[in-house]
């Protein structure tokens, strides 16, 4: 039996979280391993959320926002990219692989991007085994 | 009133804490006319076997400094835990696991690697290194397990009270011998400090929050009027708990973080990654890659105390 990787992903409401319902309402298949996390921006992705993921036992995180430029507060975005940018520097240090923890754009219109992003974390995340839990629970 | 009776105990620690708690200087004298101390390494000539005598919740409080790394600070810990009424984390290695925890981005082998092979000054050609337990002709010698993981006091065993700091400052140190002369301990819990965070205490002019660039300390003399963090220091204040008297601050150097998190924050690391990455201002890759280059080491600047209690502990083993 393969290992399934379980993934957090936390979706902005006003693009990618609509971009996976798109995908959804359009019958597109992906991998199921990701558990949605509705937020209202990417910009309010507290960087303890995402460690907070990893220690209750997930493998990778997916933060998923609007385009740069076209958040919906204006700025949120972009607030995301440099609070997650530091902290995958900081988890590189504690030997969190830069491939678990993944920022990316979805507009609200592009199911296909959520799909192949989904599709990409899940195999990369397989591929580097479950996040050592250091022998403990 | 019958004498109360106190212990001090130095696990993973640098001694410092134990010098603060003579901080109180002549106060000392306070202390023994309504206190016994029963067991103090570093002072008194009590051994582990006095402890041992003792009754159970004999001693009514142990200050505790320290962390717990090796197999025979987590067995006193947990003897003093049996002997003591109430345990009082003493300093942010017991509150928090402290400097010492920074070596939870290591293990037990890589560290013995690099202290006992590696490290240019040794002569070591038969590559000998601590063991646990080592036969000789006369017998057998044990010496402590050395733990890959550092931990705070009470991730050992349970904690009445916490005073953090490195160390904690005399101030909050003589609220210590008030509750004992008084005889009115704080409800168990009480982490004897501020509730908000270093920022409140602060006297700093504070403005805009916004930064270009971060400085590393040496790189720049702070002007000693304006807040810290808005000069690009990288000042942990807005995500430490208050309580110290601004002591680094009124000496122009940035907080480090050693009362660990405020009250309601649970990763003090994250925590300040988060405030800085959101102030500085980078809307575009490239500005993003200039900050990243000037945070040299996040894990280690905003966990320095913390390592221990903080949400990830410890590198992945």
Same mark, same amino acid.
């Given at each position: 039996?393969?290992?399934?990787?379980?993934?957090?992903?936390?979706?902005?409401?006003?693009?990618?979280?609509?971009?996976?319902?798109?995908?959804?309402?359009?019958?597109?298949?992906?991998?199921?391993?990701?558990?949605?996390?509705?937020?209202?921006?990417?910009?309010?992705?507290?960087?303890?959320?995402?460690?907070?993921?990893?220690?209750?036992?997930?493998?990778?995180?997916?933060?998923?926002?609007?385009?740069?430029?076209?958040?919906?507060?204006?700025?949120?975005?972009?607030?995301?990219?440099?609070?997650?940018?530091?902290?995958?520097?900081?988890?590189?240090?504690?030997?969190?692989?830069?491939?678990?923890?993944?920022?990316?754009?979805?507009?609200?219109?592009?199911?296909?991007?959520?799909?192949?992003?989904?599709?990409?974390?899940?195999?990369?995340?397989?591929?580097?085994?479950?996040? +050592?839990?250091?022998?403990?629970? | 009133?019958?004498?109360?009776?106190?212990?001090?105990?130095? +696990?993973?620690?640098?001694?410092?804490?134990?010098?603060?708690?003579?901080?109180?200087?002549?106060?000392?004298?306070?202390?023994?006319?309504?206190?016994?101390?029963?067991?103090?390494?570093?002072?008194?000539?009590?051994?582990?076997?006095?402890?041992?005598?003792?009754?159970?919740? +004999?001693?009514?409080?142990?200050?505790?400094?320290?962390?717990?790394?090796?197999?025979?600070?987590?067995?006193?810990?947990?003897?003093?835990?049996?002997?003591?009424?109430?345990?009082?984390?003493?300093?942010?290695?017991?509150?928090?696991?402290?400097?010492?925890?920074?070596?939870?981005?290591?293990?037990?082998?890589?560290?013995?690697?690099?202290?006992?092979?590696?490290?240019?000054?040794?002569?070591?050609?038969?590559?000998? +290194?601590?063991?646990?337990?080592?036969?000789?002709?006369?017998?057998?010698?044990?010496?402590?397990?050395?733990?890959?993981?550092?931990?705070?006091?009470?991730?050992?065993?349970?904690?009445?009270?916490?005073?953090?700091?490195?160390?904690?400052?005399?101030?909050?140190?003589?609220?210590?011998?008030?509750?004992?002369?008084?005889?009115?301990?704080?409800?168990?819990?009480?982490?004897?400090?501020?509730?908000?965070?270093?920022?409140?205490?602060?006297?700093?002019?504070?403005?805009?929050?916004?930064?270009?660039?971060?400085?590393?300390?040496?790189?720049?003399?702070?002007?000693?009027?304006?807040?810290?963090?808005?000069?690009?220091?990288?000042?942990?204040?807005?995500?430490?708990?208050?309580?110290?008297?601004?002591?680094?601050?009124?000496?122009?150097?940035?907080?480090?973080?050693?009362?660990?998190?405020?009250?309601?924050?649970?990763?003090?690391?994250?925590?300040?990654?988060?405030?800085?990455?959101?102030?500085?201002?980078?809307?575009?890759?490239?500005?993003?890659?200039?900050?990243?280059?000037?945070?040299?080491?996040?894990?280690?600047?905003?966990?320095?105390?913390?390592?221990?209690?903080?949400?990830?502990?410890?590198?992945?083993?």
């Amino acid at each position: 039996m393969s290992f399934e990787p379980k993934i957090v992903g936390f979706m902005c409401n006003w693009c990618a979280y609509r971009g996976a319902d798109l995908a959804g309402t359009s019958r597109m298949k992906s991998a199921p391993n990701v558990r949605t996390v509705r937020v209202m921006c990417s910009g309010r992705v507290d960087p303890q959320l995402v460690v907070k993921a990893l220690q209750l036992g997930a493998d990778g995180v997916l933060i998923l926002g609007c385009h740069p430029g076209d958040c919906h507060y204006t700025e949120g975005n972009y607030k995301a990219a440099r609070r997650i940018a530091l902290l995958k520097k900081m988890l590189a240090q504690f030997g969190v692989e830069d491939e678990r923890i993944r920022l990316d754009w979805v507009s609200a219109s592009e199911g296909d991007r959520f799909k192949k992003i989904v599709n990409e974390i899940t195999e990369q995340v397989r591929v580097l085994g479950p996040l +050592s839990r250091n022998g403990s629970d | 009133m019958a004498k109360l009776k106190l212990a001090v105990y130095w +696990s993973a620690s640098c001694g410092g804490c134990d010098v603060a708690i003579l901080d109180i200087a002549e106060r000392i004298l306070d202390v023994v006319a309504i206190a016994d101390v029963v067991f103090w390494p570093v002072a008194i000539d009590f051994k582990y076997k006095d402890v041992e005598a003792m009754a159970d919740n +004999s001693i009514d409080v142990c200050l505790f400094n320290g962390a717990v790394r090796n197999s025979e600070q987590d067995h006193i810990a947990k003897l003093l835990r049996a002997k003591s009424k109430a345990l009082l984390a003493y300093g942010s290695c017991a509150c928090f696991g402290g400097i010492p925890s920074l070596g939870n981005f290591n293990c037990r082998d890589e560290a013995f690697q690099r202290a006992y092979i590696e490290a240019p000054t040794n002569v070591n050609t038969d590559h000998l +290194s601590p063991q646990t337990l080592t036969k000789v002709p006369e017998g057998e010698l044990e010496l402590p397990e050395y733990w890959d993981t550092v931990l705070a006091l009470n991730q050992v065993v349970a904690v009445e009270y916490f005073l953090p700091g490195c160390p904690p400052p005399v101030e909050l140190t003589n609220k210590i011998v008030d509750a004992l002369a008084s005889e009115q301990l704080p409800p168990p819990g009480t982490i004897i400090a501020s509730d908000k965070s270093l920022c409140e205490e602060c006297d700093r002019i504070k403005e805009d929050k916004k930064i270009t660039r971060i400085y590393r300390p040496h790189e720049i003399t702070p002007d000693r009027e304006r807040c810290l963090l808005e000069q690009g220091l990288i000042c942990i204040g807005p995500a430490t708990r208050g309580g110290c008297g601004q002591r680094c601050i009124k000496a122009n150097m940035p907080c480090r973080g050693c009362f660990g998190p405020p009250p309601r924050v649970i990763d003090q690391g994250a925590k300040m990654l988060s405030a800085l990455a959101s102030i500085y201002e980078a809307n575009d890759e490239g500005a993003i890659a200039r900050m990243l280059t000037e945070v040299v080491d996040p894990a280690g600047t905003f966990n320095r105390f913390v390592m221990s209690t903080s949400m990830l502990q410890r590198k992945r083993l």
